[in-house]
């Protein structure tokens, strides 16, 4: 059987597919900062030329990185609580992150890192924050809905607090995976819940 052959725009996408898994694993592995466009192109499989036929330089690709990783979390996020009844779901779905917290970790925090020494990423970063908290609020609007809640405050004001939440009980089981249970943030949202729908 002949395998059909790609349009140059398929090949330039698988192209550009690759380089940005291989920049992740990379930049879990070695840090931003630690990796090269030359590092970046061999892990690929291609040529630094590849590489600047794609991005304009490694911060090009951070910010590149950055929204394909949200833009799929979100998509993630917002099938699970569609309904306004998603609690189970999200417990599964963050016990399988926990599967790989370290890797995902490692890239979150390098992303941070970069933001940190590189202000002109910070614009980027800020952007892919906002969309994940508007995606919990999103969420958690529905849920009150759903119940005929009214919410104790802005649902956007709730959704940081998620976030932030997020983030720091991650850090901490990561830290100390023996002591917080794999669903620790579903745990910890559901309790948040349970408190805001008694005011």
Do not use: C
């Not at 917290?101 to 970063?125: K, N």
């Not at 994940?132 to 809905?145: K, P, Y």
């Not at 607090?161 to 669903?183: C, F, K, N, S, Y």
């Amino acid at each position: 059987m002949v395998s059909k052959r790609l349009t140059r725009e398929e090949s330039r996408a698988r192209t550009r597919e690759r380089l940005l898994e291989s920049a992740a694993e990379l930049f879990a592995e070695r840090g931003v900062n630690g990796t090269s466009v030359e590092q970046i192109a061999e892990r690929a499989g291609f040529t630094r030329g590849a590489f600047y036929g794609n991005f304009a330089d490694k911060h090009d690709l951070v910010r590149e990185l950055l929204q394909r990783r949200t833009e799929r979390e979100l998509a993630e996020v917002r099938e699970l609580v569609a309904d306004g009844n998603g609690h189970e779901r999200m417990r599964e779905w963050n016990r399988a992150r926990a599967e790989h917290l370290d890797e995902w970790l490692a890239l979150r925090l390098e992303l941070l890192l970069h933001a940190l020494r590189h202000p002109e990423v910070r614009p980027a970063l800020a952007a892919r924050e906002r969309l994940a908290t508007d995606a919990h609020a999103q969420a958690l609007a529905a849920g009150f809905r759903a119940r005929g809640i009214e919410p104790p405050a802005d649902p956007q004001r709730l959704a940081l607090i998620v976030h932030a939440l997020e983030d720091g009980l991650l850090l901490q089981r990561m830290l100390t995976p023996d002591e917080l249970p794999a669903d620790v943030v579903a745990d910890a949202v559901a309790l948040l819940d349970r408190l805001w729908s008694r005011t």
